[in-house]
């Protein structure tokens, strides 16, 4: 059994589709407070960043790039050390991440190395049958902590936390959370708030912004 998006006709928000939908989850057990994610199943296998490609050709990148696509995303303070999966968006419905330990970016939002450019993310906060996932400790990240997302140049773009907000998922401001921001940012979306065993889903959304800070930090 996999996790999945709430399904969701966002087109009434008028951002066609690049709309994000609401992601929830399967029905699993309530889960503590827990510093530290620590699986209860084998799952499958967690990502290191051992795991980011290197360099693919030796070809100089363009002045003029058309940005590129994340591969690895990295945030301390959260235990996250990642690849990203390219998932699309189909019929204003973002796909299902494909496993606990894998975060989506969906081709349609924006790509690193763009300016004013909102790069989105989402990923499992749990699983069923593993327990926490890579988005567990997503919750607890504060304004000024630092996520390096690894693009497909090989080049690290780094951002800082703004703000984290939960939102309720009936009545979340997709346009505000998905939409353009003004600034070069990143997005990122799991499940949060309590869990309605009624409907299998969470009622609420966390949703983390953060902005572009620099590329390769020292």
Same mark, same amino acid.
């Given at each position: 059994?996999?996790?999945?998006?709430?399904?969701?006709?966002?087109?009434?928000?008028?951002?066609g589709?690049a709309?994000?939908?609401?992601?929830?989850s399967?029905?699993?057990?309530?889960?503590?407070?827990?510093?530290k994610?620590?699986?209860?199943q084998?799952g499958?296998?967690?990502?290191?960043?051992?795991?980011?490609?290197?360099?693919?050709?030796s070809?100089?990148?363009?002045?003029?790039?058309?940005?590129?696509?994340?591969?690895?995303?990295?945030?301390?303070?959260?235990?996250?050390?990642a690849?990203?999966?390219?998932?699309?968006?189909?019929?204003?419905v973002?796909?299902?991440?494909?496993?606990?330990?894998?975060?989506s970016?969906?081709?349609?939002?924006?790509?690193?190395?763009?300016?004013?450019q909102?790069?989105v993310?989402?990923?499992?906060?749990?699983?069923?049958? &593993?327990?926490?996932?890579?988005? %567990?400790?997503?919750? $607890?990240?504060q304004?000024?902590d630092v +996520?390096?997302? =690894? !693009? *497909?140049?090989?080049?690290?773009?780094?951002?800082? &936390?703004?703000?984290?907000?939960? %939102?309720?998922?009936? $009545?979340?401001?997709?346009?505000?959370? +998905?939409?353009? =921001? !003004? *600034?070069?940012?990143?997005?990122?979306i799991?499940?949060?708030?309590?869990?309605?065993?009624?409907t299998?889903?969470?009622?609420?959304r966390?949703?983390?912004?953060?902005?572009?800070? *620099?590329?390769?930090?020292?």
């Amino acid at each position: 059994m996999t996790t999945r998006f709430n399904r969701r006709d966002f087109a009434r928000f008028g951002i066609g589709a690049a709309a994000v939908a609401a992601i929830s989850s399967t029905p699993l057990r309530a889960l503590a407070e827990a510093p530290k994610i620590t699986s209860t199943q084998r799952g499958d296998m967690p990502t290191t960043g051992g795991m980011r490609p290197g360099p693919t050709g030796s070809n100089p990148v363009a002045l003029a790039s058309p940005g590129f696509k994340p591969v690895a995303i990295k945030i301390d303070k959260a235990a996250v050390d990642a690849v990203v999966e390219t998932l699309e968006i189909v019929d204003g419905v973002m796909q299902d991440p494909t496993g606990p330990w894998v975060v989506s970016w969906y081709k349609e939002t924006g790509r690193l190395g763009l300016d004013e450019q909102n790069v989105v993310v989402a990923a499992h906060v749990d699983y069923w049958n &593993v327990g926490p996932a890579v988005f %567990y400790n997503v919750r $607890n990240l504060q304004e000024g902590d630092v +996520v390096d997302m =690894t !693009g *497909e140049d090989n080049n690290i773009y780094r951002y800082q &936390v703004e703000w984290l907000k939960l %939102y309720d998922a009936e $009545n979340a401001p997709i346009a505000e959370i +998905v939409g353009d =921001t !003004g *600034e070069t940012s990143l997005t990122m979306i799991t499940c949060g708030g309590e869990f309605d065993y009624s409907t299998g889903e969470y009622i609420s959304r966390t949703v983390v912004r953060a902005s572009f800070l *620099e590329k390769n930090p020292a």
